[in-house]
């Protein structure tokens, strides 16, 4: 069964920093491109950054481009994303989930709340 | 951006009836490796999306085969062919041809 856990999540001030961690289990994770998505309160869905299988090539929404970072380690099966300069408009629940063109599996996600 | 536009924003319909919603992109989706990535999730309250269906008309495995998807180039649909009380719920279409990868508004069913 494919489980992915995200964790990391948390209360953090406008400019701070937080970084997300995504445990996968049941795939095989260093063959499958993985997906941050993102859901503010009330709101649809939103795409954040993917991640290429082995690493080397990401992608990112404009809105957090040179303010978060994604990255994983096949060793451990986890998918990360360092958030930095983070704004209320960052607040949503953050879901990591497999595959890229064809998003697959999600996890139950993790919640950010930006505010002073 | 490929702008993905779903219709209705809400759906309410009679249990055991058909439901339909669309999903119309600003520009084709057919990739060019011949492939349409065009992919339909179910939120229901309070719980994480899931994949429906994947490449216009492809059913993730689980899914019940009342769920249905069509379409082609920029004019797509999700079809429920009885509707369900476990079918209550946000869905959402979203695109994988293009970046940034964009989702539809997303479409609410509820009973009436």
């Known amino acids: 069964e494919v489980q992915l856990l995200e964790s990391g999540g948390g209360l953090v001030q406008p400019g701070g920093s937080l970084r997300l961690s995504c445990a996968a289990s049941g795939f095989t994770f260093n063959i499958y491109d993985m997906t941050w998505v993102r859901q503010a309160p009330g709101k649809g869905l939103e795409w ?13 929404a404009d809105s957090v481009k040179g303010r978060f970072t994604v990255s994983r380690d096949n060793s451990k099966n986890i998918l990360y994303l360092q958030m930095n300069a983070l704004r209320a408009e960052d607040t949503a629940i953050y879901y990591c989930a497999n595959g890229l063109r064809a998003i697959g599996d999600w996890g139950q996600g993790t919640l950010v709340t930006v505010s002073s | 951006d490929v702008v993905m536009t779903q219709s209705p924003l809400s759906l309410p319909v009679t249990l055991g009836q058909p439901a339909s919603i669309s999903c ?9 490796d011949g492939n349409t990535y065009l992919n339909w ?65 997303g479409t609410k069913v509820e009973i009436k």
């Open chain 2, 24 to 32: 119309r992109s600003s520009q084709s989706l057919v990739y060019s």
């Open chain 2, 41 to 105: 999730f179910q939120q229901r309250p309070g719980q994480s999306p899931r994949r429906l269906i994947y490449m216009v008309s492809n059913r993730d495995s689980g899914v019940p085969d009342r769920f249905s998807g069509g379409g082609s180039g920029t004019d797509f649909t999700l079809k429920i062919s009885r509707v369900e009380a476990e079918d209550v719920g946000v869905y959402y279409c979203m695109q994988g041809t293009h970046w940034p990868l964009t989702f539809g508004g």
């Open chain 1, 48 to 60: 954040v950054s993917s991640i290429r299988a082995n690493g080397v090539e990401t992608f990112y």
